[in-house]
């Protein structure tokens, strides 16, 4: 499977049993066979998609000392601006062509408070966005249990307190001239948690690779958002579901795109589901909690930081 399958999951939210498990059948086998795939009928509304668009425009025009203030170099915890040239997603090439901006699930007691910009409207617009995306997130892991031959509510009591984090992400134009050999708007990475949405500007960069070798252009699907397995959900599925390693070429255009990343809950234990283990063989990997998962891949990118 080299192309990107596009699903309407609308019947996830309904109560036709065969078409449900029509859409579950579908999200498995595109799981198992490039680790993407796009879904309408998931509810996002289009306002709310709009704001949270309209929210990345804001924060990204805010003049250089103000995005200074809000960086996670001075908050840490995974939380604020991220500059350009900062990371570098695949590690062997130079830093990517891009800025972001991260948000991350907070009940704010234990877990850090986020860092706001101080934009009026703002916090709102972004907010509804983080709780649409969380409740799509949700719905597709029931499909994932299912498909994975659990308990269709498996995964519920582990994503009540999830590692959610929400990337708000700018890529400005580079023409061939600008962009230095080996420099990617996102290096070849795979996502490090359970399940990745994407909604994009329509501007063209996004790429998967194939189990062949090469490259597959993923297409401007308007209203829809690209989903991705993560490094997480494989290994708790003993790798039947693929991570796909992607980048982001650096647009000829300015780019922007929103990325909700779902990790589990940090002290949920990410083992090798049975079913997902052939008779008599041995684990692919060890037991992790899902903290600690995450806290090793952030480090490889960030240096020390929290979740």
Not at 217 to 230: E, K, Q, R, S, T
Not at 268 to 282: E, M, N, Y
């Amino acid at each position: 499977m080299d192309s990107i399958p596009l699903i309407d999951i609308a019947a996830l939210a309904g109560t036709d049993a065969a078409a449900r498990q029509a859409v579950v059948q579908a999200i498995g086998r595109a799981s198992r066979e490039i680790g993407f795939f796009a879904i309408t009928g998931h509810g996002v509304p289009a306002a709310c998609s709009a704001g949270v668009f309209a929210a990345a425009d804001a924060v990204f025009a805010l003049p250089p000392e103000a995005k200074r203030d809000l960086a996670i170099a001075r908050h840490g915890h995974n939380r604020g601006y991220v500059g350009l040239g900062v990371e570098a997603l695949d590690e062997a090439t130079a830093p990517d062509l891009k800025e972001a901006y991260n948000l991350v699930w907070t009940d704010g007691a234990t877990r850090p408070p986020n860092v706001w910009p101080p934009i009026d409207g703002w916090r709102p617009q972004v907010q509804a966005y983080f709780d649409a995306a969380l409740a799509v997130g949700r719905r597709l892991h029931r499909a994932f249990a299912l498909d994975l031959g659990l308990a269709e509510d498996f995964f519920d009591d582990k994503l009540d307190r999830p590692q959610a984090t929400l990337r708000l992400l700018r890529y400005p134009a580079h023409f061939d001239a600008d962009a230095p050999a080996g420099r990617a708007g996102a290096g070849a990475h795979t996502d490090y948690g359970n399940l990745t949405l994407l909604a994009t500007d329509g501007v063209a960069g996004l790429q998967v690779q194939r189990r062949g070798g090469g490259w597959t252009d993923v297409p401007a699907l308007p209203g829809a958002l690209v989903c991705n397995i993560g490094d997480c959900l494989m290994r708790w599925s003993n790798d039947v579901y693929v991570s796909t390693p992607h980048r982001v070429l650096p647009p000829a255009r300015e780019r922007y795109s929103v990325a909700f990343f779902l990790d589990p809950n940090p002290d949920a234990l990410v083992s090798a589901i049975p079913g997902c283990v052939p008779a008599g063989a041995t684990p692919r990997h060890a037991p992790i909690t899902a903290g600690e998962h995450l806290r090793q891949r952030l480090a490889a990118t960030y240096g020390a930081i929290t979740s």
